[in-house]
């Protein structure tokens, strides 16, 4: 792209949060960008087809936790409370919590079901897909990041609060990110709110390795959306030719880490910087963290909640954990 064709959108870009969020990571001695970023339009569809690709376990596995326990589940949300607001952080296509939403509407339980996503495209698809199959379902959505969203949720009501977290999310942060997560979600809930958190397990590590390198490419092709959608927007020339898709897992530690490798050395132009990319040189994407089960235990506590329940799939793959904010 020329930098003559930017459109003000493009202009204003240069001085947003995702400008110099991208310049913030390309400066450092090893280059990452944010993952939340890969999340455009093109982004939300390739990231669906990569849930429904065979290597990728992790959609199914929670599919049939709230397909086939969703009243359990339930019954340790809820505990005797017949009125909530249900938020649903990182909501994308909502299609496991649907199983929720309708136990809910079958046992009766009052509630607003309260979406937070980043993504606009993803909220739109999402409000037209919950009221057609639910037309009397209470909608409220918010748009931007997940604790600004709960900041505004929390003044708006004194109703229980159910927060749901799924697709392992919370895998997406380092372990100490993660923990720092947990602690300021605990300082936006009150005592005896629950939350629900999708958590991937420790296994095989083949399983592991093989769904963020899917035969198709399609995680290849997600990770180098981000490359384009930063020339759309922020004006750069990334050569996707000058790059290839690598992750590595690690069994010990239960890290799979995501990166770009530059094949070439070669230069990247933004309007106003350039970075420079050597031979062999990584940016690190993202990470997808694995837990043990008694970690989670461990960091419910640590986060100032308490481990009410879980709920497995068959495989014991992949869990949904429930806390209690104390």
Same mark, same amino acid.
């Given at each position: ?33 944010p ?21 990728y ?52 339980i ?43 949720m ?7 609060k159910? !927060? @749901? &977290?799924?697709?392992a999310? =919370?895998?997406? $942060?380092?372990?100490? *990110?993660?923990?720092? /997560? ?67 897992y ?17 230069v ?6 350039? !970075? @420079? &990319?050597?031979?062999?040189? =990584?940016?690190? $994407?993202?990470?997808? *963290?694995?837990?043990? /089960? ?18 497995a799939?068959?495989r ?8 209690e904010?104390?």
């Open positions: 792209m020329r930098r003559e064709d930017l459109d003000q959108n493009d202009l204003s870009n240069r001085s947003g949060v995702f400008y110099q969020d991208v310049l913030s990571g390309l400066r450092e001695p090893m280059k990452r960008l993952s939340k970023y890969f999340y455009d339009a093109a982004g939300d569809l390739l990231f669906q087809k990569i849930m429904r690709c065979p290597e376990y992790l959609t199914r596995c929670e599919e049939e936790i709230f397909r086939d326990k969703a009243g359990e589940l339930l019954e340790h949300l809820l505990q005797a409370n017949r009125q909530v607001d249900l938020i649903e952080l990182g909501a994308g296509d909502a299609s496991k919590t649907q199983h929720l939403i309708g136990e809910m509407l079958q046992q009766q009052h509630f607003t079901y309260r979406p937070i996503d980043i993504s606009p495209h993803v909220l739109e698809q999402l409000g037209d897909r919950m009221r057609t199959a639910f037309p009397t379902i209470d909608l409220q959505a918010f748009q931007g990041d997940y604790f600004d969203g709960l900041a505004d929390a003044t708006t009501g004194a109703l229980p159910v !927060v @749901l &977290f799924l697709g999310n =919370l895998g997406n $942060m380092t372990r100490q *990110q993660a923990a720092q /997560f947990c602690v300021r979600l605990r300082s936006l809930l009150h005592t005896g709110d629950r939350v629900l958190l999708g958590i991937d397990l420790m296994k095989n590590p083949r399983i592991i390795q093989a769904a963020y390198a899917d035969e198709a490419g399609l995680t290849w092709q997600f990770n180098m959306n981000l490359l384009r959608r930063m020339n759309k927007e922020l004006g750069a020339d990334f050569n996707e030719e000058l790059f290839e898709h690598y992750c590595q690690d069994p010990v530690s239960g890290t799979c880490s995501s990166y770009l490798v530059s094949l070439l050395d070669h990247v132009h933004f309007p106003d910087e350039q !970075v @420079l &990319f050597e031979k062999d040189e =990584l940016i690190h $994407m993202e990470v997808s *963290q694995k837990y043990r /089960f008694e970690e989670t235990q461990a960091l419910a506590r640590a986060s100032g909640f308490m481990p009410v329940h879980a709920v799939d068959k014991n793959w992949f869990v949904d954990v429930i806390w904010a104390c």
